[in-house]
């Protein structure tokens, strides 16, 4: 018999992952409406939950990251003047493809992978047909693809051990919060690319990396130690320009007071423009 799995939870630890949700829809075609499609159906749209979208160093299109090691399957709850409104995805692409006449609110609820010991989680995404942003009757002349997505993170709290590893040891890099006092595991430290924290170098899918983080810090470094030189550099002649300042008082002070009745005086050192 399998040992039973550890259900110790790593007290202090949260670990965020990424992901984004959304939809796409755009209307029929008229001259080509899909013949399948019921007469009063006006669009074709498409429910989704994904990774992050990643591209490579040209800045190509474009993957996301997997989620699916934490991700097991996704329940979009469709209107209820669907057919079979409860639709249970297993597997990625975590998508429901659909054609319609109107907008509804979906039920998207998250079912983790069994080592997460996680409960469910339920989220509502508002299905988007219609343009509702920018050139709308251009965009509707142009049968323009209707977006709507939002960016999410599932934070896990306190996981339990195997879920973490899980996590730091098979996907890919994403935010994570350490322990108290920072201290980190073996699973964070084991110098794998996937990990829960950025890998130490980039590839080309990815620019996020403890090297660049390292390059950043070192630039950052540079500027405060130019800024620094800069302050030095004003203050350095600030103290020239009181001197020079002095130095005038002295000589041309004298000057003026005595060419300049007294209530004239005021007004010159102010800087009243009276000569
Ligand atoms: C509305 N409250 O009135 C919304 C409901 C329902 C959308 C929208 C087709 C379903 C079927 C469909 O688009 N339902 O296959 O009949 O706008």
Redesign the pocket.
């Known amino acids: 018999m399998p040992a039973p799995a550890s259900t110790k939870r790593l007290r202090g630890v949260q670990i965020h992952r990424p992901f984004i949700f959304g939809s796409e829809a755009i209307p029929f075609d008229p001259a080509n409406r899909p013949r399948d499609a019921?007469t009063?159906?006006t669009h074709r749209w498409r429910v989704f939950v994904r990774g992050i979208p990643t591209s490579n160093s040209a800045g190509q299109q474009q993957q996301s990251t997997d989620i699916s090691h934490w991700l097991k399957k996704v329940q979009f709850k469709l209107?209820d003047?669907?057919?079979n409104s409860v639709r249970m995805v297993e597997s990625p692409p975590f998508e429901v493809e659909e054609t319609?006449?109107?907008?509804?609110e979906i039920a998207i609820k998250f079912y983790f992978v069994p080592e997460s010991g996680e409960k469910p989680q339920q989220l509502w995404h508002a299905l988007k047909l219609h343009p509702y942003t920018g050139d709308i009757e251009r965009q509707k002349a142009d049968r323009t693809t209707v977006k709507s997505v939002c960016y999410e993170e599932v934070v896990f709290s306190e996981p339990v051990e195997p879920f973490y590893d899980l996590l730091t040891g098979g996907g890919e890099a994403g935010g994570q919060t350490r322990g108290k006092g920072g201290k980190s595991t073996k699973a964070a430290n084991s110098g794998s690319l996937k990990t829960a924290e950025i890998p130490s170098k980039s590839n080309g899918a990815n620019v996020w990396s403890k090297e660049e983080e390292g390059k950043e810090l070192d630039r950052l470094a540079e500027a405060v130690k130019k800024v620094e030189k800069m302050i030095v550099d004003e203050k350095a002649q600030l103290v020239a320009e009181e001197k020079k300042l002095a130095q005038l008082e002295k000589t041309e002070g004298k000057l003026l007071k005595k060419r300049i009745p007294n209530n004239m005086q005021e007004a010159a050192m102010l800087g009243g423009g009276v000569l």
């Open positions: 019921p009063d159906h209107h003047t669907y057919a319609g006449w109107g907008e509804f």
